[in-house]
């Protein structure tokens, strides 16, 4: 396999290359100014508005800010109001984590909440969280279960932190305020706080699933490498940052967004002709605040930015691009060496993370006389963990069981009874200092092979990553996880083996 995933899905967009580098981009040419990052009259009549993801002294390297320059500033909008169960969206009441449990626990075949049809802001599952949005502590798991594109004119926020996306199945068509960006199964992005998105479905509208950490507290960055050297495990030139999108034109040397009135039969954002169709014009922003979700109208397009610069931006990553460092001779090194991103928890110390963000990719194993398995172990992190499907073929059993049937509906949304349902959902989570390790008979095999012979493992299944959320903190469940959890599942031969 080259290092890289062949997607089944093609990626139209250019990006931008390099992690935690100073970057700029532009739709429409000239929009961003020249050296005065705040011009008295900006180029093409644009509004400056800035991004703030640090306070403005911190160091440089940690620093994020990015310039703006859209069409119209983002204040101008209706006033913020709660969204409330007759709003179709859901019960915000779901999504109160309240469940400690000292048991290892999983989850297998789970429906998601939520009959038929879901999208970006309705089809998010919260599984857990630790520490407080609103003290800026700690991260929250959701999952989402997309069947349809968000509806038309609305654009969404996570004000409470970062969102890391994690497709287990399915690709997502995403359009942030500073560009565009598919995120496809075995491909992550990184939606920073506060930047307005709107996710669609693509790939025959096949129904997406996945993971998001939303990170409170900090932002994810590369592990420091120490020994390692300069390269190895996620490289920060594979990073891919999205170019800058307009959603408008240029008019007489004035950037103009377009209105979607009804006589404008372009395909805008993901929205089918009829959609554009039905049409006053106005957007609906919602964004969640202490995972309570407020919404609010405004008279023009989120996604004017007609060019930015700077350091906070959205970012995706080819899973298939880890460069996974290992055993050459014996014994069975630290996980830490399978970290792709990490949210250092600086105030705790040296290596501490609110999160890690680490995957188990398929890879050799050469340790010689040394068990190819994680020993038994108690973590003082939690292990939150699940498999990711980086095998593309729709025939696979895991994209077979995306809902979708492995296709298709010719670009209609497949509205299914199961559209919306995890099969399976094999999940897990290993609280802190709950033990966990090889099942018997794994062990047994393990303990009767040839070490002097190198192999390839965890490609049996044709190719699924197990990820893991690890986090410094507990995670409390919600109602919706702690009710569908499986209790110390190692003790059960049958949940053993929905673990793969
Ligand atoms: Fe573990």
């Given at each position: 396999m080259p290092p890289h995933t062949d997607f089944a899905v093609k990626d139209p967009y250019t990006y931008l290359h390099g992690l935690g580098n100073y970057h700029s981009s532009e739709a429409?040419?000239?929009?961003v100014p020249l050296v005065?990052?705040?011009?008295q009259i900006p180029p093409l009549n644009l509004r400056t508005e800035r991004i703030s993801g640090?306070?403005?002294?911190?160091d440089r390297d940690k620093n994020k800010q990015t310039f703006l320059y859209r069409a119209?500033?983002?204040?101008?909008?209706?006033e913020f109001v709660p969204l409330d169960v007759s709003s179709g969206?859901?019960?915000?009441?779901?999504n109160v984590p309240r469940h400690l449990n000292p048991n290892s626990v999983m989850w297998g075949d789970v429906p998601v909440p939520g009959a038929g049809a879901t999208h970006w802001i309705n089809g998010q599952q919260l599984v857990g969280a630790n520490g407080e949005p609103q003290r800026k502590e700690g991260i929250a798991v959701w999952l989402f279960s997309v069947t349809e594109s968000m509806p038309p004119r609305h654009a969404f926020a996570s004000l409470d932190g970062e969102l890391l996306v994690v497709p287990q199945s399915g690709s997502l068509d995403i359009t942030t305020e500073l560009g565009r960006l598919v995120v496809r199964q075995n491909e992550i992005a990184v939606i920073p706080r506060g930047v307005r998105h709107r996710v669609a479905l693509v790939g025959e509208q096949r129904p997406c699933r996945g993971y998001i950490c939303e990170l409170f507290q900090g932002h994810f960055q590369l592990p420091a490498l120490g020994v390692l050297g300069?390269?190895?495990?996620?490289?920060?030139?594979d990073f891919e940052i999205p170019t800058a999108y307009f959603d408008g034109e240029l008019v007489e040397g004035r950037a103009v967004p377009h209105h979607?009135?009804?006589h404008d039969h372009n395909h805008h954002i993901g929205n089918t002709a009829e959609e554009d169709d039905k049409d006053d014009g106005r957007w609906t922003i919602i964004v969640r605040l202490a995972t309570r979700r407020w919404h609010c109208t405004q008279p023009?397009?989120?996604?004017?930015?007609a060019g930015w610069h700077g350091t906070c931006y959205p970012y995706k990553y080819d899973l298939?691009?880890?460069?996974v460092m290992g055993n050459l001779l014996f014994d069975e090194h630290d996980?830490?060496?399978?970290?792709?991103l990490s949210a250092p928890n600086h105030a705790a110390g040296?290596?501490?993370?609110?999160a890690d963000f680490a995957v188990i990719p398929p890879r050799y194993m050469v340790a010689?006389?040394?068990?190819w398995l994680p020993y038994f172990h108690r973590n003082t992190m939690q292990e939150f963990f699940a498999p990711i499907v980086?095998?593309?073929?729709?025939?696979?059993p895991f994209n077979q069981n995306?809902?979708?049937?492995?296709?298709?509906?010719g670009g209609n949304n497949?509205?299914?009874?199961?559209?919306?349902?995890?099969?399976?959902?094999t999940a897990g989570l290993h609280g802190a200092m709950s033990t966990h390790g090889p099942a018997q008979q794994e062990l047994r095999a393990m303990r009767a092979l040839d070490t002097t012979i190198p192999r390839k493992v965890g490609?049996?299944?044709?190719g699924v990553t197990v990820f893991l959320f690890e986090t410094e903190r507990p995670l409390v469940l919600t109602d919706w996880a702690y009710e569908h959890a499986v209790k110390n599942?190692?003790?059960t031969a049958k949940a053993r083996a929905a673990k793969m």
């Open positions: 429409l040419p000239g929009a005065n990052n705040s011009p640090t306070a403005f002294t911190a119209n500033p983002s204040l101008e909008h209706s969206y859901g019960p915000d009441s779901a300069s390269t190895g495990l996620a490289n920060a030139r979607h009135h009804h023009h397009t989120p996604f004017d930015v298939a691009k880890f460069c996980p830490s060496l399978f970290t792709v040296p290596g501490t993370a609110v010689e006389q040394t068990l980086s095998a593309q073929d729709p025939r696979h995306a809902g979708g049937g492995g296709g298709g509906g497949n509205k299914s009874s199961n559209s919306n349902r995890f099969l399976p959902f490609d049996e299944l044709g599942p190692q003790a």
